[in-house]
């Protein structure tokens, strides 16, 4: 069973507007911790944000925040003031205490950011 | 921020022909590394969990014989494509956490390897 997923496969938005870029994921431990990652086409990973599953606030780092809604598990990333270089894909991924700490990736959402 | 770096990022190879992929942490220890492999437009899979000193654990339909990790310090893991064929052309990366990570211990990466095997 998918543990994370990303129905967006592709995404426009213009250039200063904001996007939501959707996750839900599928788990059964308590402790957990939700990352969204960028990745250009050069293939770097670039980590953009972390939401803990006992994290009370919704976490936000600059123009990125996370809409966590835990009781539908629920982990949208939300890109405010959208730039021409924020055309990348985006990957949602979870990391599972019960899981050893590996990093599981969703298919990810290809983000265009039009002039 | 911590650095992993992962070398080299682009190789060919010919098809029977065996390579190997170094990942490093520059900065910090790691007693686990994994290795994922992305083909085109798609996402990242996990192939296996490095450990220190001990066995790789292999994900379910990776073939341990053809991705041979070998994890022989805090800092070094290496993967190798033994009898490489067209079919393992891909991008491998590898990713790292401090020692003692934590489920909120953002998972560095390297900066991922096309090989391609013709």
């Known amino acids: 069973a998918q543990k994370i997923t990303q129905t967006q496969p592709g995404m426009f938005v213009q250039e200063k507007e904001a996007v939501t870029l959707d996750c839900t994921y599928d788990?059964?431990?308590?402790?957990?911790?939700l990352f969204w990652y960028k990745q250009p086409s050069s293939g770097e990973m670039i980590f953009l944000i972390y939401q803990g599953s006992y994290d009370q606030q919704n976490a936000t780092e600059g123009r990125y925040s996370l809409n966590f809604q835990k009781a539908r598990k629920s982990a949208n990333l939300v890109i405010s003031a959208s730039q021409l270089g924020d055309s990348a894909m985006y990957f949602c991924?979870?990391?599972?205490?019960?899981?050893?700490?590996?990093?599981?990736f969703g298919a990810g959402t290809r983000l265009f950011v039009k002039a | 921020g911590a650095v992993v770096s992962q070398h080299p990022s682009r190789v060919i190879c010919k098809s029977g022909t065996s390579v190997k992929i170094e990942c490093r942490s520059l900065?910090?220890?790691?007693?686990?590394m994994f290795w994922y492999r992305q083909f085109p437009k798609q996402s990242l899979m996990l192939m296996a969990t490095?450990?220190?000193?001990?066995?790789?654990?292999?994900e379910q339909g990776v073939e341990k014989d053809k991705f041979l990790i070998n994890h022989a310090s805090l800092t070094l893991s290496t993967l190798t494509v033994t009898s490489a064929h067209p079919e393992d052309s891909s991008f491998y990366i590898c990713s790292a956490s401090p020692q003692g990570g934590a489920i909120n211990n953002e998972a560095f990466f390297g900066q991922g390897t096309r090989l391609t095997v013709v």
């Open positions: 900065d910090f220890q790691a007693t686990t």
């Open positions: 788990t059964s431990d308590p402790s957990y911790g």
């Open positions: 991924a979870m990391r599972e205490v019960s899981g050893g700490f590996k990093t599981i």
């Open positions: 490095s450990n220190e000193g001990s066995k790789a654990t292999y």
